[in-house]
């Protein structure tokens, strides 16, 4: 009997540490379980998207199809990834959390922080892709609205015409509309949301994320992120000029603050010595970074 036994611990010791081959008799040296097949396919779970999120405290890594979707789901330790809507514009943030890897407008994705092919548009917040946003950037310090006449505002309309030009605010509370609209970036549905389909504008709560997982809150960390922020100046409301700081960059996000003066949003910013989250003038133009929804 205890000869058994041992036994049983023993062939149980190996099998614990063995790899499993199915269909082959020499699995991958890398892999833990090999599955060879010229004829059938690997089936995984299936289920709904409501099945799929109920399970409770999902492993990094687990892995479903979506019988909603028709895709692969990837638990990534903070949310679900859709793996077929994953493109070569993706990136993923320590926060667990995909954005484009560039600027919106950008040509390219940063090489430093004063690459001016990477500062990309700068849109007054809540406005669409309308033409205001496009900069002609000659150098890191340099570059000029590709539409040069401007409109006074406010105006009251979300679609401003001549679309392209510049809105002036330059009275309280600073906004290019009015009555100003709390919804003109609320997600993906927002009414003038500029970025991609299946992006949009991040909140504060999403940026403050990014800055913390920085090496360093300033301008180093927000190059050194997967991200890659550059620089991208700042477009003032006040007096439609651009400002050119070489340390200075400019992130809208979609979140808004009501203020004694009317309502403001957040945006991200960061210098040399600094990176925060602060309270900004709608009227005034901002880089945008779209993230997946």
Not at 114 to 120: E, K, Q, R, V
Not at 127 to 147: F, V
Not at 261 to 285: C, E, H, M, P, W
Request: proline share 5%; with cysteine.
């Amino acid at each position: 009997m205890k000869k058994k036994f041992a036994i049983i611990v023993l062939l149980s010791s190996i099998f614990s540490f063995a790899q499993v081959s199915i269909g082959t008799s020499t699995p991958n040296a890398s892999a833990i379980l090999d599955v060879n097949s010229n004829e059938k396919g690997f089936l995984p779970p299936r289920m709904t998207t409501t099945a799929r999120n109920a399970i409770t405290s999902p492993a990094v890594g687990l892995t479903i199809y979506n019988t909603d979707l028709k895709c692969w789901d990837t638990y990534n330790g903070k949310r679900w990834i859709n793996l077929n809507t994953i493109t070569s514009t993706d990136v993923y943030s320590p926060s667990g959390l995909v954005w484009m890897d560039r600027n919106l407008g950008a040509s390219q994705v940063a090489t430093s922080s004063s690459d001016f092919n990477a500062y990309g548009s700068l849109f007054q917040w809540g406005r669409s892709a309308d033409g205001h946003e496009l900069i002609n950037w000659t150098s890191a310090t340099a570059g000029t609205p590709q539409t040069a006449t401007t409109t006074t505002g406010p105006v009251n309309t979300n679609t401003p015409s001549p679309a392209a030009n510049f809105i002036k605010a330059t009275s309280s509370p600073y906004d290019w509309r009015n009555p100003q609209n709390n919804n003109l970036w609320q997600g993906v549905n927002g009414t003038n949301n500029p970025c991609p389909s299946g992006y949009r504008i991040p909140t504060q709560v999403e940026w403050q994320a990014e800055i913390d997982s920085w090496t360093s809150q300033n301008t180093a960390g927000a190059f050194a992120s997967p991200l890659k922020l550059p620089f991208n100046k700042l477009y003032r409301a006040s007096d439609d000029g651009l400002l050119y700081d070489n340390s200075y960059g400019c992130y809208w996000s979609s979140t808004i603050l009501n203020t004694v003066n009317g309502i403001k949003s957040y945006g991200l910013t960061f210098t040399t010595t600094a990176a925060q989250v602060t309270d900004k003038y709608r009227g005034d133009a901002f880089g945008v970074r779209c993230i997946k929804d």
